[in-house]
Structures are given as C-alpha cells and as structure tokens.
T-cell receptor, first 113, second 115 residues
Framework: GESVGLHLPTLSVQEGDNSIINCAYS??????FIWYKQESGKGPQFIID?????DKRQGQRVTVLLNKTVKHLSLQIAATQPGDSAVYFC????????????FGAGTTVTVRA | GAVVSQHPSWVICKSGTSVKIECRSL??????MFWYRQFPKQSLMLMAT?????????EQGVEKDKFLINHASLTLSTLTVTSAHPEDSSFYIC???????????FGSGTRLTVV
C-alpha cells in the first residue's frame, strides 16, 4: 500500500505487503531527517534517519528515500506486519536552528490481517 | 542505548492547580531537552527548547509564565504547568539530545487531564 498524495493521513495495507509512507518537508535548508513510529499513548520511537548528503538509507525492513529537489521524504516498510500498525511521523532538522525538530502531520498505518 | 524516563505517565488535576512533569536522561548527559505538546490525532508541536544551565527558549505562542521549564542538570528537565485549565489537557512529551552521540531520544509522554 502507498499513501497517495502528500497529505493523506491514513494508510491501510495488507499484512505481508510493502508500505510506502510519504512526507513533504518544508525547509529546503534542512539537513537531517528522521522517521518516527508512535503507538497510542506512547512517545515517538526512532525508526531510521538520513542526512541531506544521502538520498537513500536502509535499515531492517525499512528504507528511507530523500528527494531534495522536491523536498520529499518517503519511508518504505517491507513485508508489513500487524505490529507495524501505528502513526508514522517524519521530522526535519536544520542544524543552525538550535537543533529543533519539526514534525510532519503524521500518517496512520493500519495493517489488515 | 539512550533512555529517557518521563514521569508521571498520566496525571489528573483540578483547574487552577499546578502540575510538574519530569524528564530524565538515564544513561547519557542531555545538553539539550525539548518539550512538545500533542493533541489527539495531531502531530507533535514544539513548545520550548532548554539547554542545561540556561533559560528555555519558547516557541511563538507558548506562554513562558504558564509553562515553566527548568533544566538544572544534564540529566533532568522539568515542565511545570501553572494554573492549569481544561484547555491545557494534552499529551506532553520530552526529548533529550546530546549532539554527537545520541541524536534525539523521546520520553514516553505524560497524559495531563485538567478537570
């Protein structure tokens, strides 16, 4: 499943399929990006990060792609599992701005069994 | 790995009272701590940034006299919501950072309900 458009807040995906979550960031000067997973009633959990000098980074079952030309970030989750159901946020940081993180709107991912 | 402990995990208080939330970095020194507020089904909104030993820097629209932040040591920051009102009910989350080593680590959040 894929979140179509950059502002769709929900994504429903069949267990075992790949998920793609999209995010548009706002500051062309941002140089560090992070994807977080947040389960209900909990704090954000780090998934993967990428610096602006890279366009792709892979982790365990996850891949982050960065397109600086269009200020677009995506998170790909391979073989989505029920435990992946959560809200996913992208965050951007501009190091000169006191290291503050700015969060995107978030995408709710629901995995169908 | 880096661990941030936040307490309490939930609190209910009466309107007009003050509530203190603690954020501790357990296994690293946090030079900078961030406080966020999150309303239901919304994203995290940064309230303030605090550096150890310095006054906190508040984001536009956040009342510094209402949300008191203290970062007296490299492992502890506190957020005090003074004269709480029902509209202050929210999920408050802290994040700690030690640049060069740990990036950003988030606490588990505090659910504040003002009645």
């Amino acid at each position: 499943g894929e979140s179509v458009g950059l502002h769709l807040p929900t994504l429903s995906v069949q267990e075992g399929d790949n998920s793609i979550i999209n995010c548009a960031y706002s500051n062309s000067a941002s140089d560090y990006f992070i994807w977080y997973k947040q389960e209900s009633g909990k704090g954000p959990q780090f998934i993967i990060d990428i610096r602006s000098n890279m366009d792709k980074r892979q982790g365990q079952r996850v891949t982050v792609l960065l397109n600086k030309t269009v200020k677009h970030l995506s998170l790909q989750i391979a073989a989505t599992q029920p435990g992946d159901s959560a809200v996913y946020f992208c965050a951007e940081n501009y190091a000169r701005d006191d290291y503050k993180l700015s969060f995107g709107a978030g995408t709710t991912v629901t995995v169908r069994a | 790995g880096a661990v941030v402990s936040q307490h309490p995990s939930w609190v209910i208080c009466k309107s007009g009272t003050s509530v203190k939330i603690e954020c501790r970095s357990l296994d690293f020194q946090a030079t900078t701590m961030f406080w966020y507020r999150q309303f239901p089904k919304q994203s995290l909104m940064l309230m303030a940034t605090s550096n150890e030993g310095s006054k906190a820097t508040y984001e536009q629209g956040v009342e510094k006299d209402k949300f008191l932040i203290n970062h007296a040591s490299l492992t502890l920051s506190t957020l005090t919501v003074t004269s709480a009102h029902p509209e202050d009910s929210s999920f408050y989350i802290c994040s700690a950072s030690n640049w060069g080593n740990y990036g950003y680590t988030f606490g588990s959040g505090t659910r504040l309900t003002v009645v």
